[in-house]
């Protein structure tokens, strides 16, 4: 009994500084949110402490001139955007994404290591540094512009920086790394005898692909899935720099309330908003994996 | 006359090894498995043996030669396209799957019906005495289910060939000993063709209508358990299957039915046929423990005589060293112990070695 006090205690105690950051870092600023989210805008920036559900009215209605709330659609627009180009990312980084991965995890060990190194380099410059050296290629006087009208391929110059393509080509480039990683760290481990045994029995490539590898390497396609699109959504760097401001993506809306426009609580309603759909990303990725395991009638 | 079910052409297969040197796996191999013959690869690790498996089974191509199966050279088909079976190491059943859905697999990549799919997978499964287990996931088997369960998984798609790569080399001496028998049934009732890969002699000499004993990438003897035993071509077969004295001597003189021997001043044995050796050449006696007797000595008896230097029981058998007089040669001699359980004779004790007529064999090395 005293035995089992002491582990209790001592799990308590070990848990203590990770349970403390993640209460102190985590839970008190969206506390904060969402209290914020219920109180009216103070125009110098900050709160007024009054109860008011103003935020997340101004999220699907407008007040017209007579002082009515009529829909509007411009803030949905917004988040469907948003998820629209959240969705084509993920989906281009995991077209790319899988076969690298695929191909890194079948190479002799020492490639391999160099590869996954190689992946990570990205990570050593700022985020910030990279979107301007997309800047330098992409813009009208830009490195590639230049050299396709040198080559004679065009004669004016293709319009790229500050368009939804510009933010699409800088959302997958920041992202790549996310889907390899976790993708390269399940297809690593995946049995080579299994691939074997799957064309001795007659699975043609691919059938080999459908039916063993796909499934065996989902649990590193969702995590991967997730960790572009969870943070594509949320994302304002890059549409700021590349997209130019000119669309509107949740990130660069949120940052402006709390920026420029001086409405708190609607940047936190905004936030809280974005939020519950990631939650709802995430359970989907807890209960995807435990329904995948379970025999399928017919595949 | 059938035609054989393999027959593996001069086939060689090097590698690129890691250093950039090339490795021979495989130096000239020529075979040929029957048709429902349960046929045995025998040899140590790196022997080559897994090598010419995965070359049937079409993971590997040969850099020379070809293999015939059942008339057609299957030279340049992938695995996917070649009517053979191979039962793996360590089984590689698909951890996303069921049993059940495991054993159908190769059925439903053959893009056989659901519901006759289910029936065959059920049979199967029925025949490897794994019925109730097919909605089992691969991990929740112990070894020697997920063993069956690859057997039935291998089976389904009726193979003329199944191979077999050391599939019992991960089960525990009580299940290996129960699965050998077992696996022999599976081959006479199904008819299929086995080729089995193993290093360990006593399976190949239980189970195998013939084995192939191969080293360092070479075929060294292929023949019945009983010829390969009885009748090792050289010291590496005589070596690895079973145990054998070996006996430097001089050939003495020919006899009518073979020759005689000199193992030590003034003493000789008589051995079976010469091979091509004749008088004064140097030669290698091979004489396995249990073809020697040991009768206690009077005195008078004439034979090998010599003293028990050392006695390490076994339980049913007792495994005498003897050291021969007139000679530094010391054989190990296996002899039955009494009914009452001891040993017959005790160290030190002076012995008459009867060695039977043929039980030495020359070895042509």
């Known amino acids: 009994m005293r035995l089992l006090q002491s582990t209790q205690m001592r799990r308590v105690l070990g848990l203590g500084p990770a349970l403390g950051i993640i209460g102190f870092f985590m839970v008190v600023p969206i506390a904060i949110i969402i209290v914020f989210s219920f109180m009216k805008s103070n125009p110098y920036g900050g709160v007024n402490p009054e109860f008011s559900l103003e935020a997340y009215k101004q999220f699907l209605f407008e007040r017209n001139l007579m002082d009515e709330l009529v829909f509007n659609a411009a803030y949905l627009r917004i988040f469907g955007r948003s998820f629209l180009l959240a969705i084509g990312t993920t989906a281009l980084c995991l077209l790319i994404g899988f076969p690298t991965a695929y191909y890194m995890s079948r190479q002799p060990a020492r490639r391999k290591n160099l590869m996954v190194f190689l992946v990570t380099i990205p990570f050593w410059t700022n985020l910030l540094i990279r979107a301007y050296c997309w800047i330098l290629l992409l813009r009208d006087t830009g490195i590639i512009n230049n050299y396709l009208i040198k080559w004679g391929i065009i004669d004016e110059p293709l319009t790229m920086l500050y368009t939804n393509f510009a933010i699409f080509l800088g959302l997958v480039y920041t992202h790549i790394p996310f889907m390899v990683l976790p993708i390269y760290a399940r297809v690593e481990k995946l049995d080579f005898n299994l691939l074997e045994a799957a064309h001795d029995l007659y699975a043609s490539r691919q059938q080999l692909m459908r039916h063993v590898i796909l499934p065996l390497a989902a649990p590193g396609i969702i995590a991967g899935s997730l960790l572009v699109f969870v943070p594509c959504l949320g994302d304002f760097i890059i549409p700021n720099l590349l997209g130019g401001g000119k669309h509107l993506m949740i990130g660069s809306l949120i940052q402006l309330q709390f920026g420029g426009s001086r409405n708190w609580p609607f940047g936190s309603a905004a936030a809280l908003i974005l939020m519950s759909f990631v939650l709802i990303a995430m359970m989907i990725y807890v209960w995807g994996p435990g329904r995948k395991m379970k025999p399928e009638g017919d595949a | ?365």
Request: glycine share 10%; hydrophobic share 40%.
């Open chain 2, 1 to 365: 006359m059938p035609k054989p079910a393999i027959e593996i052409k001069n086939v060689t297969k090097i590698f690129q090894g890691h250093t950039g040197h090339p490795v021979t796996a495989l130096d000239h191999v020529s075979l040929t498995i029957e048709d429902n013959e349960f046929f045995t690869l025998l040899g140590p690790s790196g022997c080559g043996k897994t090598t010419l498996l995965r070359l049937i089974a079409g993971f590997e191509y040969p850099t020379q030669g070809e293999i015939v199966l059942f008339g057609d050279s299957i030279r340049g088909l992938p695995p996917q396209q070649r009517p053979v079976n191979t039962v793996f190491q360590h089984y590689a059943l698909f951890p996303h799957m069921t049993v059940a859905e495991n054993v159908g697999f190769p059925l439903k990549m053959q893009g056989q019906r659901p519901d006759e799919m289910t029936r065959t997978a059920a049979r199967m499964l029925d025949l490897v005495k794994m019925a109730d287990f097919g909605d089992r996931m691969p991990d929740q088997l112990s070894g020697g289910q997920q063993q069956r369960v690859a057997l039935a998984r291998a089976l389904a798609p009726q193979p003329k060939v199944l191979l077999l790569d050391e599939p019992l080399s991960a089960l525990d001496l009580k299940l290996r000993q129960e699965m050998r028998v077992e696996l022999k049934n599976l081959q006479r009732q199904t008819g299929i063709t086995f080729v089995f890969v193993t290093h360990d002699q006593v399976e190949a000499l239980t189970m195998s209508d013939r084995i192939a004993v191969m080293s360092m990438g070479r075929l060294q003897q292929e023949g019945t358990p009983i010829a390969i035993y009885e009748q090792p071509v050289n010291r590496f077969v005589a070596d690895f299957i079973g145990e054998t004295n070996f006996i430097q001597s001089t050939i003495a003189g020919i006899e009518n039915s073979g020759a005689r021997c000199t193992i030590g001043p003034g003493t000789t044995l008589g051995t079976g046929a010469t091979a091509d050796k004749g008088k004064g050449d140097a030669v290698t006696l091979a004489i396995r423990p249990e073809k020697i007797r040991l009768v206690k000595s009077d005195g008078a008896a004439d034979g090998l005589q010599g003293r028990v230097a050392e006695c390490i029981y076994t339980g049913t058998d007792t495994n005498y060293q003897v050291e021969l007089e007139n000679s530094d040669v010391r054989l190990v001699v296996r002899g039955r112990n009494a009914i009452t359980g001891e040993t017959l004779f005790k160290v030190g004790e002076t012995v008459v070695l009867n060695v039977a007529e043929g039980a030495a064999r020359i070895l042509a090395d």
